[in-house]
């Protein structure tokens, strides 16, 4: 899969920044879990904050706030703004 230079995974994004998610590449279940969340491609995603000790991060996404693992966050790709 060719990427873009300026798509990362979310996991990498600090407190305070946006981005647009552009791909999320999990099975199935999770795909289903994070749909019903609101996550989908094209839709602006803040990060809120990240807890220390590779905690979980807290997002934002229209006004719905969601608590995500980082192991679930690096799935999703991110086009930061």
């Given at each position: 899969?060719?990427?873009?230079?300026?798509?990362?995974?979310?996991?990498?994004?600090?407190?305070?920044?946006?981005?647009?998610i552009q791909a999320i590449?999990?099975?199935?279940?999770?795909?289903?879990?994070?749909?019903?969340?609101?996550?989908?491609?094209?839709?602006?995603?803040?990060?809120?904050?990240?807890?220390?000790?590779?905690?979980?991060?807290?997002?934002?996404?229209?006004?719905?706030?969601?608590?995500?693992?980082?192991?679930?966050?690096?799935?999703?790709?991110?086009?930061?703004?």
């Amino acid at each position: 899969m060719k990427t873009n230079s300026l798509t990362e995974n979310l996991a990498n994004l600090v407190a305070g920044e946006s981005a647009l998610i552009q791909a999320i590449h999990t099975d199935d279940a999770l795909r289903q879990r994070l749909l019903a969340l609101g996550f989908r491609v094209g839709k602006h995603i803040e990060i809120i904050r990240k807890a220390r000790f590779s905690g979980p991060l807290q997002v934002r996404i229209g006004t719905t706030d969601i608590l995500l693992r980082r192991n679930e966050a690096a799935k999703i790709m991110v086009e930061k703004l």
